[in-house]
């Protein structure tokens, strides 16, 4: 038997030729801080050394391995941390954490090799970006990882002291950070899931007795409750467990299936032909997924076609009748265009993923989910426990942006196998499922007209979208274009375009991009029509004082004061700066409560909240230590489990604004109770009084639940649903109702300066530069608000250039569903950037934070797209923009 050396102990290697080196580092030597994401060498989240050199474990033969010393992210931190994992740590480069194990390793490599040659001399952001280009992170964490790698070369980090922000940070630096698919369980059975293969088609007969019957199998369950038809590529028909991954799938292809095949419509044009397969008959209606966060909106239902929802339009006959008179007249301010948004996959990097287990009637599962306690909520519906049997366990998570808010397939799937099996099963997704089956932001077509007054108000809007929403409903695109640029009449209206593909999910900012992508084009073509600066016609009809006081900043920026004249270039490189705004409600769970406590001489806060790399621990450490006059790392922080008390879920930008007021209401009431039970004083002159307290107090609890906000005093703020009328007030009242989300007062908002350049040539487009102006009010962790700024922004900048789901028209396959295929941005595509905040507008709030996340990717899309008009003169009005649509573009104006 051949070995190996690891992390400097020898040890062997497997005979079996087909063993990668991934599974002995993971499987046989539980060294988990390497993560399998792709399976193709294209991510670098799998990289370790060998004999010092990166290497992706993933495509590595075990049996390369012989005679060789490997590394992994463990070995590096052993002995004490090496100065990149200490700059990873200052300069917060790392969110979720997936990925950083694999970044620390790399960057390891490349810092060792630099100083070996270059001494403390700083590298440049280019020569970073090369080393590291083998690697991703789809949170968007390359602004800390430039910073931190440059300062570490420039040793910077190569003394023993190191703070971060963030305070588990060392965890995920050293990969000791355990996610739930590193989660094992003595006799755990690993999961796989039976997909459809055909669009649409009738499930006549399932046998599961083939798979059963073969060693190493020990349960097999079918998927398709009382609905035998299933509607996508990639639906579940049954599922399996076994003693490994490699048994199960040879069960899957050993089930006996008989099916008829139905008619299939694959995609949003083909969906609405009048002769189009029907997806969902009238009965079956109710099947349809539900895509948002909230319950869906009442529609009619023709065909495929869903809606229109237009609730929310103003005076919608009078906008028809000033813009078909315009049209008529062949107004120049008229601007008319239909806009086409590509479909957004969530990409998390560790997949969708859960373990479950029965112990007797109490059932424990380890979830990568946005929502521990919700989700023991949902469990109990379905599977008729009690509350109190179930527990949810997350206690780190690879990211989720939206696709893990809700009650996945994999779970319930691993925990009707573990009831069959009797024993733990784990299920996690392949690369292949979670880019075809987990959920995406939909595509959408776009119809907008608007209509500007000559004397530079804006008369009339109208916008209607067709989402390409698969076999699911409930898009919301135009509508949220009510909540912003007050007009006299708009017409706005939703439909969904139901085909058989996989149904959407929310997505950072649901229905925001997409909508942004088009309005914020159409307030710069009329700002270039009334030739008017677009920031100021912006300022004059934008009412809100968050966006008013942004305005100004960004209008007071060099990079946009000496911008050139729109198409005044010639010559293959021409540069452009786009500005676009953009906003999110703000929104807060009621109910969310938190425990704070001392133990054993420690302070301990508890919820039922979850960390999906947005610094929720960090954000609870921060307030209650700045209220006690300690250091954050001084609280023990306790999250990511469902028996603690109730927590908001990580959607919608939420959790901050959920958990910091009942924190500050809870402290006062510890303190209270501290100095009760006190038996001595702090010593006079103490500049830690409450540290003396705290460790001399006995073991105390207090809670408080999140309290009403109070009444705004500051002019302008108020509930932008009320302000839509009846029917904002009835969608405020429904998505607390149905949903337990509190839409509150004051408008998070984002306004975006971006330059760019444009290969006139090949038709790239790079991201130059870019400004962030974010009102969000006060701000409970600035490092990190800063990582979510720009991380959100990088994934808007994937939105508008890069991302494309790509589907065979055909058999409805998603033949984009690798890393290889789905083009994510990498650390070479990031600009720098340079973020502002605005801490004011939320003083009516306890505490005065609102959530960051959503708002901050909304106006990245059409800034870039302005930014191009204003290098070009081309008006591009479809994403992502490929070089292919921009050359056709730029040839057309040439022809023209």
């Known amino acids: 038997m051949s070995t190996m050396t690891i992390n400097g102990h020898a040890e062997p290697l497997p005979d079996d030729p087909d063993a990668l080196l991934i599974d002995v580092v993971r499987d046989t030597l539980d060294l988990t801080g390497t993560k399998l994401v792709c399976g193709a060498g294209v991510c670098g989240a799998c990289t370790v050394l060998v004999d010092g050199a990166p290497i992706a474990s993933c495509l590595m033969p075990a049996r390369a391995a012989a005679g060789k010393a490997v590394t992994t992210v463990e070995g590096i931190g052993a002995k004490g941390l090496h100065p990149v994992q200490k700059a990873f740590m200052a300069h917060d480069g790392l969110q979720c954490g997936f990925c950083t194990p694999g970044f620390i390793v790399e960057a390891v490599a490349f810092h060792d090799r630099w100083r070996g040659s270059h001494g403390t001399a700083t590298p440049s952001r280019e020569e970073i970006g090369a080393a590291l280009s083998g690697h991703l992170c789809r949170c968007g964490a390359y602004d800390g990882i430039f910073r931190a790698v440059a300062e570490a070369c420039a040793g910077r980090f190569d003394g023993d002291h190191v703070t971060s922000p963030r305070i588990e940070a060392r965890d995920k630096v050293t990969g000791a950070a355990k996610y739930t698919v590193d989660i094992k369980q003595d006799g755990m059975l690993e999961g796989v899931i039976l997909r459809s293969q055909n669009a649409h088609a009738r499930i006549l007969e399932l046998d599961l007795a083939p798979a059963l019957a073969l060693p ?58 009048s002769d189009a397969p029907v997806v969902f008959e009238r009965a079956s209606r109710k099947r349809a997924a539900n895509m948002s966060e909230g319950p869906p909106s009442p529609a009619s239902w023709k065909q495929n076609l869903r809606g229109p929802s237009s609730a929310f339009s103003y005076r919608a006959r009078k906008a028809r009748s000033l813009l078909a008179a315009a049209h008529e007249a062949r107004d120049p301010l008229l601007f008319e265009a239909t806009f086409r948004t590509g479909t957004q996959q969530h990409a998390c990097l560790e997949p969708h993923a859960c373990v479950a287990r029965f112990d007797g009637d109490q059932l424990t599962l380890y979830c990568s989910t946005q929502a521990v306690f919700h989700l023991t909520e949902l469990i109990a519906k379905r599977t008729k426990l009690p509350r109190d049997k179930i527990r949810v366990i997350a206690d780190h998570v690879g990211g989720g942006f939206g696709s893990k808010g809700s009650l996945g397939l994999e779970t319930t799937a691993a925990i009707e196998l573990a009831r069959a099996a009797k024993a733990p099963v784990r299920i996690a997704y392949d690369r292949h499922e979670e880019l075809s089956v987990t959920g995406h932001r939909p595509a959408a077509e776009l119809k907008l007209a608007l209509l500007p007054s000559r004397q530079g108000e804006l008369k009339a809007l109208s916008l209607t979208a067709y989402a390409d929403t698969g076999a699911s409903v409930s898009s919301l695109i135009a509508t949220l274009a009510r909540l912003i640029y007050p007009a006299e009449a708009k017409e706005l209206a939703d439909f969904d375009v139901i085909s058989n593909l996989p149904p959407g999910a929310p997505f950072r900012g649901p229905g925001g991009p997409p909508m942004a992508f088009a309005l914020e084009q159409a307030v710069d073509e009329a700002a270039r029509r009334l030739k008017v600066d677009p920031i100021e016609l912006r300022r004059h009809w934008d009412t809100d004082p968050n966006r008013q006081r942004l305005y100004a900043w960004a209008s007071s920026l060099e990079v946009w004061r000496n911008r050139m004249a729109p198409a005044s270039q010639t010559g293959r490189y021409r540069r452009g700066v786009g500005v676009a705004s953009g906003y999110w409600l703000y929104l807060w ?64 930008s939420r959790t901050t604004a959920s958990v910091i007021p009942p924190m500050l209401l809870a402290v006062p009431k510890l303190k209270a109770a501290i100095e009760r039970h006190s038996k001595r004083q702090p010593v006079p002159g103490s500049n830690a009084p409450w540290r003396e307290l705290i460790a001399a107090s006995p073991d105390l609890k207090v809670s408080a639940v999140r309290p009403e906000d109070f009444k705004p005093t500051a002019p302008g703020i108020y509930s932008p649903l009320k302000q839509a009328g009846f029917m904002g007030i009835v969608l405020s009242f429904m998505m607390r109702r149905f949903s337990n989300i509190a839409v509150g007062a004051g408008v998070p908002s984002s306004v975006q300066v971006i330059e760019v350049e444009v290969d006139t040539w090949l038709g790239h487009v790079r991201v130059v530069s870019a400004q962030t102006g974010i009102a969000v009010g006060k701000l409970a962790a600035p490092a990190l608000a800063r990582s979510q700024a720009t991380g959100s922004l990088i994934q808007g900048i994937g939105y508008a250039l890069y991302e494309a789901r790509e589907v065979d028209p055909r058999s409805g396959d998603i033949l984009s569903a690798g890393m290889e295929d789905y083009r994510i941005p990498g650390i070479a595509d990031t600009p720098p950037i340079e973020v502002y905040f605005d801490e004011a507008g ?47 573009a730029l040839k057309g104006r040439a022809a023209a």
């Open 216 to 273: 190493g199998v020990v349960a097999a369950v079918s998927l398709l409750g009382d609905d035998p038809i299933v509607r996508y590529v990639g639906a579940p028909i049954a599922a399996v467990a076994a003693k490994d991954r490699k048994t199960a799938n040879a069960a899957l292809a050993a089930i006996g299936i008989s099916s008829e095949i139905l008619p299939s419509v694959i995609g949003l044009d083909a969906a609405r032909k």
């Open 589 to 652: 769970q009621p109910g969310s409560k938190v425990e704070l406590a001392v133990e054993g001489g420690r302070l301990v806060a508890r919820t039922a909240i979850q960390d999906i790399g947005t610094g929720s621990r960090t954000v609870i450490a921060n307030t209650i230590a700045h209220e006690f006059g300690l250091e954050p790392h001084e609280i023990d922080v306790r999250i990511g489990d469902s028996d603690l008390p109730e927590g908001p879920g990580s959607g919608g």
């Open 842 to 888: 939320f003083d009516h709030v306890l505490g005065g934070s609102v959530g960051i996340g959503e708002v901050a990717t909304v106006p990245t899309s059409p800034a870039i797209a302005n930014a191009i008009c204003n290098a070009t003169g081309i008006r591009l009005t479809e994403i992502p923009i490929r070089p292919d649509i921009l050359i056709a």
